[in-house]
């Protein structure tokens, strides 16, 4: 059978008959009401056609598109929380599917864990878990998928204390090509646990992700500081002073963007070039003056927005700033150092922005992410401090051309800088790079266990690891 649905001959459309029959979650076909909805994801520019979806209710549902995938060629595309850039949840012609309506939560807090399905988001798991104080090391943005986060690594306020969504993964259960159900943790099939942090969807579709938590807030302090771009290089070098000895219990994201036109800003600044720093600090740290007072310091910010607030308000401040159907293109580059040539390179590139919607994000690693062997988990790029991702954010199809150019301008430019290396599986860009540039000296054996679980590259719409032709 074509990996094309709408070539399907007469066996393959009683397959897929068989398939609506198996499955207890809808079944939705090009022109049917909902179709248009559920191959929509976040990034607008995405706009492929599936020849059907499946919008899994649980394991079996999963269990049953995997196999059919599996024994007809279709092509299979696994939908977590629609947030990828790249927008790899969506095939055209095959089967997607959709796990956005497996988002069931539950907390155990005699074993300090939370379980989530594959369809959740972040929102979803901090809500559960903020009811009880208590908190895993995820991403920034409550609407992000904890699937995709997870699976490639996963950075976000906490990860400089407990480390990446990874690092906190306890167990999964994996449905692998052949259609069985694994779980995979330090004591059940190793090599799979080992892969799926880090190595992407290359493994099995994650119905179920088993994490640890963290006693964390309800409250936290919050450092959030605007500077205009003329006292950018001051503070970045302010920044750059202060990251390395930075207390875990605090990380400083900063951002080159433009001030948005909100009341909180003063009018003459609204439009202009800017710098803002995003931060937290938590238990030990928690008297935000003094351990932000060096960034504070360091020139008159247009508007600090800083305070206490509640953790799960932290986890949704930027939700706002990324609606779904706007058009994005970001790709990322970890850092060794942050020299002056980088800092140059993003305050020019901020400057020549064709959206003023578009920020430069410089983030700050280390921590409990490089307490962790690279060789330990599949996710390789431990030992970097920082990492630049260029988020490219517009709204007119006609400018698609510029923001594109524009990201790839600035990032060729740091590209060639020789601090700069790796790539971050979370901010692809358009999946135009070779994986093997995420997964440094982990790749070979990403490709063993791949040829493994994964021998026919069922689950190949990813930043695909091929599996070895010959067994
Ligand atoms: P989806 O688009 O649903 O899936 C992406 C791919 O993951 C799929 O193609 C498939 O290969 C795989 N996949 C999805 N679900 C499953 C599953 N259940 N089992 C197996 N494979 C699966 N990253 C950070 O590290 N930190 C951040 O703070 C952060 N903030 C972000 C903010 C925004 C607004 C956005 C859009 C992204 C952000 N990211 C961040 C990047 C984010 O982690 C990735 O985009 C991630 O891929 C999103 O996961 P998802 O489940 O929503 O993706």
């Given at each position: 059978m074509s990996s094309d649905l709408s070539e399907a001959d007469e066996v393959s459309e009683q397959r897929l008959e068989r398939l609506d029959a198996e499955t207890r979650g809808a079944m939705l076909y090009p022109g049917e009401p909902g179709y248009d909805e559920a191959r929509?994801?976040?990034?607008?520019?995405i706009d492929r056609e599936p020849g059907a979806v499946v919008r899994a209710t649980g394991t079996a549902d999963v269990v049953a598109a995997v196999d059919f995938a599996r024994e007809t060629g279709v092509e299979l595309s696994v939908r977590g929380g629609g947030h990828n850039v790249a927008g790899k949840a969506v095939t055209e012609g095959g089967l997607m599917l959709d796990l956005?309506?497996?988002t069931g939560v539950r907390v155990d807090r005699e074993a300090g864990t939370v379980r989530a399905e594959g369809g959740a988001t972040l929102g979803d798991v901090d809500h559960e878990t903020q009811l009880f104080g208590l908190a895993t090391a995820l991403g920034a943005v409550s609407e992000t998928g904890i699937a995709g986060l997870t699976l490639n690594g996963g950075y976000g306020h906490l990860s400089r204390e407990f480390g990446l969504a990874a690092d906190n993964l306890v167990s999964a259960d994996v449905v692998t090509a052949d259609g069985e159900v694994r779980t995979a943790s330090e004591g059940e099939h190793e090599d799979l646990f080992w892969a799926i942090r880090g190595g992407g969807g290359n493994f099995g579709v994650v119905t179920s992700f088993e994490y640890a938590l963290h006693e964390v807030g309800p409250e936290i302090s919050v450092f959030f500081v605007w500077f205009h771009a003329d006292d950018a290089p001051a503070v970045l070098e302010r920044f750059e002073d202060w990251a390395p000895d930075a207390p875990r219990t605090a990380g400083v994201l900063p951002f080159a963007g433009h001030v948005p036109e909100l009341d909180e800003f003063p009018e003459t600044a609204r439009n202009e070039p800017a710098l803002a720093l995003l931060g937290s600090a938590r238990g030990e740290s928690d008297d935000p003056g003094s351990v932000f007072r060096p960034l504070a310091e360091a020139a008159t910010p247009i508007a600090d927005l800083s305070g206490p607030m509640p953790y799960e308000s932290l986890q949704s401040?930027?939700?706002?700033d990324y609606p779904d159907g706007l058009r994005y293109y970001w790709k990322s580059i970890f850092l060794t150092d942050l020299t002056d040539e980088v800092v140059d390179i993003v305050l020019r590139y901020n400057e020549t922005?064709?959206?003023?919607l578009s920020t430069i994000d410089i983030w700050h690693l280390g921590g409990a992410v490089s307490d962790v062997p690279q060789d330990a988990t599949a996710f390789w790029h431990r030992d970097k401090l920082f990492m630049v991702n260029f988020e490219a954010n517009w709204e007119d199809p006609a400018a698609d051309d510029a923001n594109s150019a524009w990201v790839r301008e600035g990032f060729e430019e740091l590209e060639s800088l020789p601090v700069a290396t790796g790539r971050y599986g979370n901010f692809?860009?358009?999946?135009?790079?070779?994986?093997r540039l995420l997964y440094g000296e982990n790749y070979d054996r990403l490709v063993d266990v791949k040829t493994e679980y994964d021998p026919g590259n069922l689950f190949h719409l990813n930043q695909n690891v091929e599996p070895r032709s010959e067994r």
């Open positions: 929509a994801v976040w990034n607008g520019m956005s309506e497996m401040l930027l939700d706002e922005a064709p959206s003023k692809p860009g358009l999946d135009d790079e070779p994986a």
